[in-house]
């Protein structure tokens, strides 16, 4: 009895340790991989892009984690960073709609809105449209779509949406009949994460920035592109047991994610991977991203939970310096083990994201007329107003309340 009873104090007190240790960390692939990602595929590039990203490379490389800052600073940014494609269905997700515009007009509810503010549900297209076939024919969605794409994307981050009836009937002329004068607009896809669509924007926009020869767009947009490529690439953003919370692995995300690379990436990792190709279809090739990465989701998974039975419970978690901390971790000979039952998995992702990223640099800048990179002079100094927004990020993140989904450790 005493043997047990000392036993139970020994995995409360690991219990309650790794819970205040992953609760102080900052998402930190995590701060080191993103970081590592981004400088890699710099070399990458052709003769005529490298000049540039190579001058401002130390740049490229710090910024490659603002995007996760920028979590802690807006509501809006969490869903960017994954989406749980396993919501929505089973692989390959066929009914899971490729284009954004689709995935939001068939989950759109429309409420009327009372005098008093309360709420009645009309319609909810996810009930009418999801998973159905043929809506090229149905005149009914493509108004509602029609809607989406005029009404509700171009404010897609405003809140909330409300808009009197009249602009609804405009689209759905049944809506003259609602018994109200005001409609709240919701959808309930967003939730769930956006990624393969956020990176068709992002490529959209490093086009643009090309094709404005705007050397401080191009390096900024170049650079947060690369923490979402990254996340694509990371099995753990493609599924809602993101962090091992729906059997038991909690932690699982920051172990895989950034433990493994802070420990063996740069030492036994091979990043040369060649000159960057073009891209034919940015926007199938980020779902072709997304779904590789769930291909590994269930391997992820089975592999720490069977690798637990080989190791104590104090061979499993070891307190160790990270990021200038003392915290309670994965201990190297467990994290070792991990990373070779999955043979070369997480090797093989890091990798692949850095030739992805040095891809959609490439095909963005060939998509915008391959403009003359050397002759952009541009002062890359910080206005005021940049220096401040950059100020009140770090603030916001420092601060420590994540917006949207708590990633736990990712």
Not at 54 to 68: R, S
Not at 185 to 210: C, D, W
Not at 226 to 231: P, Q
């Amino acid at each position: 009895m005493v043997i047990k009873m000392k036993q139970y104090i020994k995995y409360v007190f690991i219990g309650i340790s790794i819970i205040l240790c992953f609760g102080m960390m900052k998402p930190v692939w995590g701060f080191y991989g993103h970081r590592w990602i981004n400088r890699m595929a710099v070399f990458t590039l052709p003769s005529e892009m490298i000049g540039i990203f190579k001058e401002h490379i130390e740049f490229i490389t710090e910024h490659a984690v603002d995007p996760d800052k920028r979590r802690y600073a807006t509501k809006h940014e969490a869903v960017r960073h994954y989406i749980d494609i396993d919501h929505w269905g089973t692989y390959p997700f066929e009914n899971v709609p490729r284009k954004w515009g689709d995935a939001i007009a068939q989950n759109l509810k429309f409420q009327c809105v009372s005098e008093r503010g309360d709420t009645t549900l009309l319609f909810d297209a996810h009930d009418q449209y999801w998973g159905k076939k043929d809506l090229k024919e149905n005149a009914e969605y493509q108004s509602i779509l029609q809607f989406t794409y005029k009404k509700v994307l171009p404010g897609y981050y405003d809140d909330p949406w409300v808009f009197e009836k009249d602009t609804i009937t405009q689209y759905l002329p049944e809506a003259a009949n609602w018994p109200c004068s005001q409609v709240l607009v919701n959808e309930n896809f967003s939730e769930y994460g956006i990624i393969p669509y956020h990176l068709l924007v992002m490529q959209r926009r490093l086009t643009k920035a090309f094709e404005d020869k705007n050397l401080k767009s191009i390096l900024r947009t170049a650079t947060e592109m690369g923490h979402y490529i990254g996340d694509a690439h990371v099995p753990l953003h493609t599924t809602e047991n993101y962090n091992g919370q729906l059997t038991g692995q909690e932690g699982i995300h920051a172990f895989w994610e950034s433990r493994i690379p802070e420990l063996f990436a740069e030492e036994n990792y091979d990043f040369w991977v060649g000159q960057a190709s073009y891209i034919d279809n940015p926007a199938e090739y980020f779902w072709e991203v997304v779904l590789k990465s769930h291909s590994y989701v269930e391997e992820v998974f089975r592999a720490e939970w069977e690798l637990r039975s080989s190791f104590s419970a104090d061979q499993q978690l070891c307190f160790d310096e990270r990021l200038g901390r003392t915290v309670l971790t994965q201990c190297k000979e467990f994290a070792a083990a991990y990373e070779a039952s999955l043979q070369g998995m997480i090797e093989e992702r890091m990798v692949a994201t850095v030739s992805s990223l040095g891809d959609v640099w490439y095909t963005a800048w060939i998509d915008a007329g391959q403009p003359d990179l050397d002759q952009l002079k541009s002062n890359l100094a910080l206005s005021e107003a940049e220096k401040a927004a950059l100020e009140a990020l770090e603030a916001e993140y420092k601060a420590g309340d994540a917006k949207g989904r708590k990633h736990e450790n990712d």
